[in-house]
């Protein structure tokens, strides 16, 4: 048996819709002018401290040539202008890559402190999460710089592996410890039964 459909199919959540509300089934998709509005300020503050930022590094001149390179380095290289860093970008080098904010924690074990704190603060640029627009902005840092501070926390890469062996360990550990108490947890049920 054929169905035969109208040229214009209304769903049924559609119709349900427009039987019990008021407003139009199209503007109801739970986004509020509200949260436009709060995503501008969110835009504004997150702009205004990457000024702050800038601020603090306004005065340097851009150097002449690249560290790596000794090639020329253009005035509005784009490493100098957000990262103040002396290098002619070259993507295929590691050093280059930008790596963000959460990463950067893991890898180096760096804490908020070291990132933000610790003087001279590092540079980042802010950029739109790519999962979620509305989630905070990420922050990228340049992978060299990181590295930099690591040295600088740490001492050297040795002591860096030790730190995140032991972290590791501690990891493991604790998850042995969760086990052991779940199962006794579980025996002290069946047992008490």
């Known amino acids: 048996m054929k169905r035969h ?8 959540v559609e119709k349900l819709y427009k039987q019990h509300h008021k407003q139009s089934y199209a503007s109801a998709g739970g986004f509020n002018s ?3 509005e709060l995503e501008e300020r ?3 503050i997150s702009e205004a401290l990457q000024k702050n930022q800038n601020k603090l590094y306004e005065h340097l001149s851009p150097p002449e040539l690249c560290l790596d390179c000794k090639g020329p380095l253009f005035s509005d290289a784009y490493l100098w202008k957000y990262l103040v860093n002396q290098f002619v970008i070259n993507a295929e080098l590691e050093k280059y890559k930008l790596i963000t904010r959460t990463e950067a924690k893991t890898k180096f074990l760096l804490t908020d402190a070291d990132l933000d704190c610790r003087k001279p603060p590092l540079r980042y640029i802010s950029r739109k999460n790519p999962h979620n627009p509305r989630y905070g902005d990420m922050k990228l840092y340049l992978r ?7 040295l600088e926390v740490y001492g050297s890469f040795t002591s860096l592996e030790q730190a995140k062996q032991k972290r590791e360990l501690n990891r493991e550990k604790a998850n042995e410890r969760r086990f ?3 199962i006794h947890s579980m025996r002290k049920e069946v047992g008490g039964k």
């Open 34 to 36: 509200d949260d436009d």
């Open 144 to 150: 060299s710089q990181l590295e930099a501070r690591a």
């Open 180 to 182: 052991e108490k779940k």
């Open 42 to 44: 969110r835009e504004q």
């Open 5 to 12: 459909f109208e040229k214009k199919q209304i769903s049924i």
